[in-house]
């Protein structure tokens, strides 16, 4: 969801979350992302979608600057479609906004957010097998349970985020042929305790 780095990001604001909040276009977005420039029909059939609907919705994420044309790859009326940026920036304030509308589809957004996390851990467990050992080995699905304050909560997405981002400048260096995209999911959250509830 969040992406630390200003360069490929979007800020969300309540007229373009409006345009995002959708499962197929946020499923849509996510594809071309990962997968590059693709028409209304491939990505009908990677998504099990009809084309007619993944067309609509790629021209609603056109219009609100998610996606665009890309002319280069067109052959007649074929029509091709890239991600405009690589991740999105979600501002909170979003959630209190005085418009119910906005609030929902804020509250949708993170939802299908949410989704698509559970949905890539799916994917990587059904397909691991298909994955070489070193990979296994380099994966990774852990959770932690720490007692913090809200400053030290933040303090910790802070530098989570900046351990991350210095990644991508390695990755971005090193150009090795062995390189695949990783997904890193990341979840700070309060819960309630059954020591809270004595």
Known sequence: MN?????????????SLRGLAHPLRMRLLSALRRGGPATASQLAAKLG????A???HLRQLAAHGFVEDVPEHGKGRERWWKAVHMGVRFDETLLKDRDPEVRGAADLFLHEVANQHTADLA???????DWSEAWNRASDMSDWTLSLTPQLAAELVEKMHDLLESYRV???????????QVRVHTHVLPIHTDREAT
């Not at 992406?3 to 007229?15: F, I, K, M, T, Y």
């Not at 979608?49 to 007619?52: I, L, M, P, Q, R």
């Not at 994917?123 to 097998?129: F, K, S």
């Open 49 to 52: 979608e009809s084309s007619g």
């Open 54 to 56: 993944t067309s609509y």
């Open 3 to 15: 992406e630390p780095q200003d360069r490929q990001v979007h800020s969300l604001d309540a007229r």
């Open 170 to 180: 390695l990755a971005s260096e090193a150009g090795t042929p062995d390189a695949q």
């Open 123 to 129: 994917t990587w467990l059904g397909t691991r097998e």
